[in-house]
């Protein structure tokens, strides 16, 4: 049964740091790209940045491009998203999810999602 649940999430002042962890059980883990999603109260789930199973290559939205780094540690079955220069537009539930496209960027292309991690960003 694929399970992944991400941790990180808290608290932080406009222009702070923290960094987000998805860690993936149930499947093979390097055989499938990963993302981030993060949803706003009363907003869509929207794409925030994605990765290949290999780690090779890695796509953001314009958004948190220059801001956010997507990392994973395939030895270890977990997926990162360091997030810098937090803005309080950023303030949202983060989702890790996989896909089996080799890079997706579209929700629809992804399954199996985490439960969440909240982010607050105060200004």
Not at 11 to 20: A, D, F, H, M, Y
Not at 96 to 106: E, I
Request: aromatic letters at 14%.
């Amino acid at each position: 049964q694929v399970h992944l649940v991400e941790s990180g999430g808290g608290s932080v002042k406009s222009g702070g740091s923290l960094r987000l962890s998805c860690a993936g059980s149930g499947y093979s883990f390097s055989g499938y790209a990963m993302g981030w999603f993060r949803q706003a109260p009363g907003k869509e789930r929207t794409f925030v940045a994605a990765i290949t199973g290999n780690g090779a290559r890695t796509y953001y939205d314009d958004s948190v491009k220059g801001r956010f780094t997507i990392s994973r540690d395939n030895a270890k079955n977990t997926l990162y998203l360091q997030m810098t220069s937090l803005k309080p537009e950023d303030t949202a539930v983060y989702y890790c999810s996989r896909s089996a496209y080799r890079l997706a960027v579209d929700l629809a292309d992804f399954d199996s999602w985490g439960q969440g991690t909240q982010v607050f960003v105060s200004s």
